[in-house]
């Protein structure tokens, strides 16, 4: 009995936290800086709506904010392999700061611009997204693989505790100091982000076969692309990468009905604002509640196998929310799809790093960035087309039933997926095929 009633292997572990301090740094400087990036999505979108009265002007700012942040990724993903990814980091949060900055003193001019929101939209979405990208490749840099379930299941808890608190601060500043106040308050915890970060030490990436240190200064446009391609075509040869990053992109597409909420919520289940809101709040408070009872994950073995079926229960969670009787119900099922996105996210995490050589891991980081951006920049409007057509509730369902049914068939279709087991049990590879192996780098230290 009382082994039932032990919940401490459940419980987050923390001793990536506890023993590494480059990760704790990382960490630290990542939970300060979603707060802050939280904070800044919130209040752009309400005063550009204040400004010109126009949710067509909002969509326009989100969508060039997108645009900013899927080049971004790309970029910061070149970078990433190529400088210390410290440097990255450093250089690309201290842009965004300045993007900040003018932000808020726009925000405090008698007749603030709107082009000038649209603007450092795109400087601090590409700025950002660069510094995510460098940001992504330097984690699993840091810590030794047997940490890498526990380390995803943080950084999971990092983005939700984000997530969650960020609105809601956001919205409190707002109404008592103006879109002003928000702006200084996310280049204050901006720059203290920036300070814990600067107490990094050096993140070099491995060197690719026939790199030399005169590789590192060429910036021309044809190199960036080579680098990108050969990014592109690690993920095509690796069948277990290609196949994570798939079923990513197959959830966030079809499976990702967020921008139909309001107008399922309250036209087919009759429920006022309250019941979008908590509609909006369940899949962060699911994946909350995952979060801090993730210390299993670490335990799982066949991560190919659970990789490929927890999203494709979130994927029928979505189904089952399209076809909700009553909010209750809607709740309830978006309930599980935080939960099972939390899942799938440290498990991802776990795999990408595991299997990328960290020659490549800045390019594959940019490549999952740059195919959320995509999935949402392109799922959203695809779903609103639908659901004018056939009607909101028919398109989440079709929707979150083909996720399902295509990703359980990559399951049955990749048997290298199916195969992939973490931990480095014997006959797992952990480099892509026909890749030579290569020396742990001299920054993989445990922490001081």
């Known amino acids: 009995m009382s082994r039932l009633l032990d919940l401490s292997g459940w419980a987050v572990d923390l001793t990536p936290l506890r023993v590494n301090r480059q990760f704790r740094l990382l ?17 752009l979108s309400v005063q550009v709506y204040d400004l010109t009265g126009s949710s067509l002007q909002v969509a326009a700012v989100n969508t060039v904010l997108g645009t900013a942040t899927l080049l971004g990724s790309l970029a910061g993903g070149v970078l990433a392999d190529r400088v210390d990814r410290r440097k990255v980091v450093l250089v690309s949060r201290a842009l965004a700061v300045a993007g900040f900055v003018a932000l808020a003193l726009n925000a405090t001019a008698e007749h603030p611009s709107v082009a000038v929101l649209y603007v450092f939209a795109v400087w601090d979405g590409a700025t950002g997204a660069v510094g995510a990208s460098a940001f992504g490749a330097a984690v699993p840099a840091v ?75 060429g910036w021309a446009v044809g190199r960036a692309v080579a680098d990108l391609r050969e990014g592109f075509a690690f993920a095509r040869s690796d069948r277990v990468v290609g196949g994570v990053l798939l079923v990513g992109f197959l959830q966030i597409f079809f499976a990702s009905p967020h921008v139909l909420v309001p107008e399922f919520v309250g036209d087919d289940l009759g429920g006022g604002p309250e019941a979008v809101g908590l509609v909006y709040a369940a899949p962060a408070a699911g994946a909350l509640l995952a979060g801090v009872c993730s210390g299993w994950i670490p335990r799982v073995r066949r991560t190919g196998v659970l990789l490929v079926v927890v999203p494709a229960v979130s994927a029928l969670a979505v189904a089952a929310f399209g076809l909700a009787p009553a909010v209750w119900f809607a709740v309830v099922a978006m309930t599980v799809v935080g939960v099972t996105d939390v899942i799938g996210e440290v498990l991802r995490f776990t795999v990408l790093a595991e299997r990328t050589p960290d020659r490549l891991r800045g390019r594959v980081q940019s490549i999952w960035s740059a195919q959320v951006t995509v999935g949402d920049t392109l799922g959203g409007p695809l779903l609103a087309l639908g659901a004018r057509a056939f009607g909101t509730s028919p398109v989440i369902a079709v929707g979150g039933l083909f996720a399902a049914v295509t990703t359980l068939v990559l399951l049955l279709t990749r048997p290298e997926l199916r195969r992939h087991t973490s931990g480095g049990a014997p006959g797992t590879p952990h480099e892509p095929e026909n890749e030579p192996p290569h020396e742990p780098h001299e920054n993989l230290q445990e922490s001081r």
């Open 143 to 217: 810590v030794p693989p047997s940490m890498l379930p526990a380390t995803g299941a943080l950084m999971a808890l990092c983005l939700d505790l984000g997530s969650v608190a960020a609105p809601l601060v956001a919205g409190f500043v707002t109404g008592a100091g103006g879109p002003a106040a928000v702006y200084w308050s996310v280049v204050a915890v901006s720059t203290a982000s920036w300070l814990v970060l600067f107490r990094l030490d050096p993140v070099v990436p491995e060197r690719s076969a026939g790199q030399g240190p005169d590789a590192r200064t």
């Open 27 to 43: 960490f630290t400087g990542r939970l300060v800086s979603v707060f802050g990036l939280g904070m800044l999505a919130v209040v």
